[in-house]
């Protein structure tokens, strides 16, 4: 494959020079054929601009991953190999970014189907080659200085069968303890034992306000924050209060995020003799668990089992580390995977990219973010689509519009057939759910407002870290789908591409972080 893909570089360079040559540009000025011999050009070009020592590079680094080439033998972590394989990723972040940019911006309107099609596939494949490329390198960027020396870290379990703004209830925990590269499993908890007597730190006026005191007294609340590193410095402040736990930061991974890395690693087998796969580990751990095993205290002590025997695998010297490399990538792009450190030269490393789940510092972004207000594991059964798009760029500022459609996918007779505890033990209509959505506009913006076929949607106006936002609170019986529009805009003067976060949900994440300027 690497020999394939090292000849596929050559015969590009080969192509470049070819449409390089002066009868190229006469083509590319002839009606009918113009605009398909320029889109072949840029093509070449762009494939030979990557397709020689970048691409080399880039093939020796899998090479290294394939083989499990930055662990020892013992399991532990080669961080000399790790700072080492960042050289060729950062050299080839820069020109893949550009060569998607290139193709992405090629015009399709005049071209034959046959180039339209060959357009559509090269940028297609270039962006992923970017995007992948540029995941791998921040994660390495992060990994070294948080594997080098002694550090513990909190490991958070977010059930998103209940979900919260950044993905999902804390739920169990365990501390992952690092040093020097060789990493280990040590002490584990369950959330709903952390619970201190007042907040253990201080909270924005706005969420106080808007949520209560409880984001920083129970662990549980702590990510109805929806700012990953606010929501979790409050459960290292809980962890050393209640639980006498120092950690230096938290990562919080989701069950989606888990059935990703078991693809990497294989099937795990579970003290109950169930195999737990890729392709099953979603339904069990936000449904079936729940079935089968009624008491909390033994659901926490799965998920704390799985989560061990996860990473004791993924410590494995024999697992090949680029579809491990793979699989946090995606877990990354869908936001499902989240990390804090309360070092700041870390930390910073850390908010460049998205795993931070940081709100923007400059309060400049779009927002869209989910709670289960039922207390019960209905979430499990919500389906969501949404698109987000600028649509105007005028005096007053950009305005946008996102199109959210909220589905119950609950059976009809979810009352009697599911338990008490999926349900909700203290929710009146069961089967039904209650979701609770927090917009936010951009710093200096307009309230959201929400429309449901036509009509405006009832909201509480509120306030989150100088934001404006609107609480839209839904129920949902069985069966039901809501189709929202909401739409807000931003400052006079914010004419650039703008932020969107929003909560990934059981089957669906959004993977586009930002949304284009109206503004051209």
């Known amino acids: 494959m690497d020999e394939a893909a090292r000849r596929a570089g050559a015969e590009l360079k080969a192509a470049s020079n070819a449409v390089s040559q002066p009868q190229w540009s006469l083509y590319a000025h002839l009606p009918w054929v113009g605009d398909d011999a320029r889109a072949v050009r840029t093509i070449a070009q762009v494939g030979a601009t990557v397709g020689g020592k970048i ?35 950062g050299a080839a972040a820069a020109p893949l970014a550009d060569a998607a ?13 046959s180039i339209r099609d060959a357009v559509e596939a090269a940028a297609d494949a270039a962006e992923r080659a970017a995007n992948a490329v540029r995941v791998a390198d921040r994660t390495l960027n992060i990994a070294v200085p948080m594997l080098r020396g002694s550090h513990d870290y909190a490991v958070v379990f977010q059930n998103s069968a209940e979900l919260r703004p950044t993905g999902g ?12 590269g060789r990493i280990a499993i040590g ?64 990562l919080a991974i989701d069950p989606v995020a888990i059935s990703y890395l078991l693809g990497a ?26 079935v089968d095993i009624p008491d909390p205290d033994e659901q926490d002590a799965v998920f704390a089992g799985i989560v061990k025997q996860v990473f004791d695998r993924l410590l494995s010297a024999d697992l090949p580390t680029a579809d491990l490399i793979d699989a946090v990538s995606r877990a990354v792009g869908e936001r499902r995977f989240l990390v804090w450190s309360d070092e700041d030269a870390v ?20 927002g869209i973010y989910f709670s289960d207000g039922t207390r019960s594991k209905m979430s499990y059964f919500l389906d969501v689509d949404a698109t987000a798009r600028a649509v105007d760029c005028g005096s007053e500022g950009q305005e946008y519009r996102i199109a959210l459609t909220l589905r119950s996918t609950a059976p009809p007779d979810a009352a009697t057939t599911e338990p008490s505890y999926v349900l909700g033990p203290d929710f009146r209509e069961k089967g039904a759910q209650v979701v609770n959505i927090l917009m936010l506009a951009p710093r200096g913006g307009t309230v959201p407002v929400a429309s ?22 839904l129920l949902l019986r069985p069966g039901e789908a809501a189709p929202l529009q909401i739409s807000m805009s931003g400052p006079a003067g914010e004419r650039g591409p703008t932020p969107f976060g929003m909560t990934p949900t059981v089957r669906f994440a959004s993977t586009e972080h930002t949304i284009p300027s109206a503004c051209g």
Do not use: M
Request: no cysteine.
């Open 187 to 250: 002490r584990q908890g369950s959330g709903r034992d952390v619970i201190a007597d007042g907040p253990v730190a201080p909270i924005d006026p706005g969420v106080e306000r808007t949520l209560g005191a409880r984001v920083a007294t129970d662990f549980r609340d702590t990510a109805l924050v929806p700012d990953f590193p606010t929501a979790a410095s409050y459960q290292q402040a809980l962890l050393a209060a209640v639980e006498g736990v120092d950690v230096d930061g938290v």
């Open 169 to 180: 209830l804390p739920g169990a925990w365990s501390v992952l303890e690092v040093r020097d």
């Open 55 to 89: 691409l080399d590079d880039l093939l020796d680094a899998r090479g290294t991953l394939a083989d499990g080439g930055l662990r020892r033998d013992d399991g532990s972590v080669d961080l000399a190999r790790v700072a080492a394989l960042r050289r060729p990723l």
């Open 101 to 113: 940019e290139r193709l992405g911006d090629l015009p399709q309107n005049g071209l034959s189907s």
């Open 347 to 366: 930390q910073r490393r850390i908010s460049r990219t998205s795993v931070s789940g940081a709100l923007p510092a400059d309060g400049q972004g779009v």
């Open 265 to 290: 690693t294989g099937p795990i087998t579970l003290s109950s003799g169930t195999s737990l796969s890729e392709d099953n580990a979603v339904d069990y751990l936000l449904h079936q668990v729940y």
């Open 452 to 473: 449901i076929l036509g009509g405006r949607f009832p909201t509480d106006d509120l306030s989150v870290d100088g934001r404006p936002g609107a609480l839209l609170t």
